[in-house]
C-alpha cells in the first residue's frame, strides 16, 4: 500500500521560508515521478512543482518559479520543497503525489497517489 506523508508546514511571515517533506513507503521510490500541488481555499488544486524519478528534470509552475526548488533523496524515499521568498498568496494546503513512470507531469491526472497534505500559511 502506498503512502505519500508530508510535514513541514506552519506558519510564516512574507518574505519567510520552509522546507516542506514527503516521505514515501510502499513503492519503489526511484522509478516514481513526484509532484508538489497546492489548494488554497475556495480554489482549485493547482500544480507547483515536479521531479523526476532520477532527480534530472524538473517543473515549476509560473507562479514558484525562482523561489521554491524541489528535490529529492531516493535513498531516503522522500521529496522536498524549499521555499523562499514566500508570499501570502502561497498559503494553501500542500499536497506530495506520486506516480510511476520517467517523465514529469503538471497535471493532477498524472499522479495516482496523494498525501493528506500539510498547511502553509503565509502572514502579511
Known amino acids: 500500500q502506498v503512502q505519500l506523508v508530508e510535514s513541514g508546514g506552519g506558519l510564516v511571515q512574507a518574505g519567510g521560508s520552509l522546507r516542506l517533506s514527503c516521505t514515501a513507503s510502499?513503492?519503489?521510490?526511484?522509478?516514481?515521478?513526484m509532484g508538489w500541488f497546492r489548494q488554497a481555499p475556495g480554489k482549485e488544486r493547482e500544480f507547483a512543482a515536479a521531479?523526476?524519478?532520477?532527480?534530472?528534470?524538473?517543473d515549476y509552475a509560473d507562479s514558484v518559479k525562482g523561489r521554491f526548488t524541489i528535490s529529492r533523496d531516493n535513498a531516503k524515499n522522500t521529496v522536498y520543497l524549499q521555499m523562499n521568498s514566500l508570499k501570502p498568496e502561497d498559503t494553501a494546503v500542500y499536497y506530495c503525489?506520486?506516480?510511476?513512470?520517467?517523465?514529469?507531469?503538471?497535471?493532477?491526472?498524472?499522479?495516482?497517489?496523494w498525501g493528506q497534505g500539510t498547511q502553509v500559511a503565509v502572514s502579511s
Open positions: 503525489a506520486a506516480d510511476l513512470g520517467s517523465r514529469i507531469g503538471s497535471m493532477r491526472g498524472d499522479y495516482r497517489y
Open positions: 510502499g513503492l519503489t521510490f526511484n522509478t516514481y515521478r
Open positions: 521531479i523526476s524519478w532520477s532527480g534530472v528534470r524538473t
